[in-house]
C-alpha cells in the first residue's frame, strides 16, 4: 500500500542517483533514499533549472515565513498564485421527483430554509389552488389558455398533463438565475423526470425521492388530507407504479416517517458532492 503510494504520488522528474558502489538490493528504504531529495545542490545540475538556487533561500529553522516564501518565489522564479485551484462549479440542475405524498414539498422547503443560492423553479400549473398554497410562491396558477399559449411560444422546458391538469417548467426563470450563478431546483413528477432526462441528459443530477416502505407512503398521503377518496385511489395506484423507475435515476433518497431532516441532509450532500466533480455536468438552456 505505502510503495503504492510512493510509485503514484512522487513525481516522476525527482532526480535519481547512480549507487556509488555493487548495486544494492531494491528494499523499500534503499528506493526512499534514491528518491528523497538531496541536501545539497551542487550533485544534480540537469534538475538546477527547474529547483531553482537553493543556496539563496535562508534556513527553514530560522527565517521567518514571509521571507521564505518571497526567497522560494525567486529561487522558482514565479510568484505563488492566489487563483483558486479548482476552478468555480457550473451551476446545477436538481430535479427532484418521487411518489405522491413522499414528501417532495416538504423536503424542499427545507432545503429553501437551509441552503442559499438555490433558484426553487415555480411550476406554472392549471390546478386549482389549494387553500394554504400563494400564487408566485407554489405554483403560477394559469388557466389552460394561458397554459397553451405558453406551450405555443416555446416557453416550457417541460410540461405535461397530471390528473387531469397541465404543469410545466417554464425556462425562463433557470436561464435567469443560472446566469446569476444560481443552482436550480427542478420538482417535478415522473412524467417530467423522464421528459427532462431526455431534454437534458446527464447534465442534470436527478434525485428520486421515496419513502422508506409502500406502507408509510400511503400513509403519508393520507395523514395529509388533502384528496378525494377517488383522488387518493388513483395517486396510490400510480406511486405503486412509479417507484419502479427509480433505476433511472442519478440518486435515491428515503424519506422517513419522522426524518425529513435526514433526508434533507443527504440532498445537500449530493449537491456538495457534485460541486466537487472534477468533470462538472454543464446544463444548458
Ligand atoms: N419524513 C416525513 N415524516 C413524516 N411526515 C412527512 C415526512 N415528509 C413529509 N411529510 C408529510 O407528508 C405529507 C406529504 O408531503 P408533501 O406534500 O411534501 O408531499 P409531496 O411529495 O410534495 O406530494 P405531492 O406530489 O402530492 O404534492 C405532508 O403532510 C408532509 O408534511
Not at 104 to 117: C, F, G, H, P, T
Request: glycine share 4%.
Amino acid at each position: 500500500m505505502f510503495r503504492r503510494w510512493l510509485c503514484t504520488s512522487l513525481p516522476h522528474s525527482l532526480p535519481t542517483f547512480p549507487p556509488l558502489t555493487a548495486k544494492p538490493k531494491p528494499t523499500l528504504l534503499n528506493s526512499l533514499t534514491r528518491l528523497s531529495i538531496p541536501s545539497t545542490p551542487t550533485r544534480h545540475s540537469s534538475s538546477q533549472s527547474k529547483m531553482g538556487d537553493t543556496n539563496r533561500i535562508p534556513s527553514i529553522d530560522k527565517a521567518d515565513r514571509s521571507e521564505l516564501l518571497r526567497a522560494l518565489e525567486s529561487s522558482l522564479g514565479s510568484s505563488f498564485s492566489s487563483e483558486p485551484i479548482r476552478p468555480e462549479p457550473n451551476p446545477l440542475i436538481i430535479v427532484i421527483c418521487g411518489p405522491s405524498g413522499v414528501g417532495k414539498d416538504a423536503l424542499i422547503q427545507r432545503l429553501r430554509d437551509s441552503r442559499r443560492n438555490l433558484h426553487f423553479v415555480i411550476t406554472a400549473t392549471t390546478r386549482p389552488k389549494r387553500l394554504t398554497e400563494v400564487h408566485g410562491q407554489d405554483y403560477y396558477f394559469v388557466s389552460k389558455e394561458e397554459f397553451l399559449s405558453m406551450v405555443e411560444r416555446d416557453e416550457l422546458l417541460e410540461y405535461a398533463l397530471v390528473y387531469g391538469d397541465y404543469k410545466g417548467v417554464p425556462k425562463q426563470q433557470i436561464r435567469e438565475f443560472m446566469a446569476k450563478g444560481y443552482d436550480i431546483v427542478l420538482r417535478v413528477d415522473i412524467q417530467g423526470a423522464q421528459t427532462l432526462r431526455k431534454v437534458l441528459g446527464k447534465s442534470a443530477v436527478f434525485i428520486f425521492l421515496v419513502a422508506e416502505s409502500e406502507a408509510a407512503m400511503v400513509e403519508r398521503l393520507v395523514d395529509r388530507r388533502t384528496e378525494t377518496v377517488e383522488s387518493l385511489l388513483v395517486r396510490i395506484a400510480t406511486a405503486k407504479e412509479e417507484v419502479k423507475h427509480v433505476k433511472n435515476f442519478d440518486y435515491c433518497v428515503v424519506n422517513a416517517q419522522g426524518k425529513l431532516e435526514n433526508a434533507v441532509k443527504l440532498v445537500e450532500s449530493i449537491i456538495d458532492a457534485e460541486k466537487a466533480r472534477v468533470r462538472q455536468r454543464s446544463a444548458v438552456i
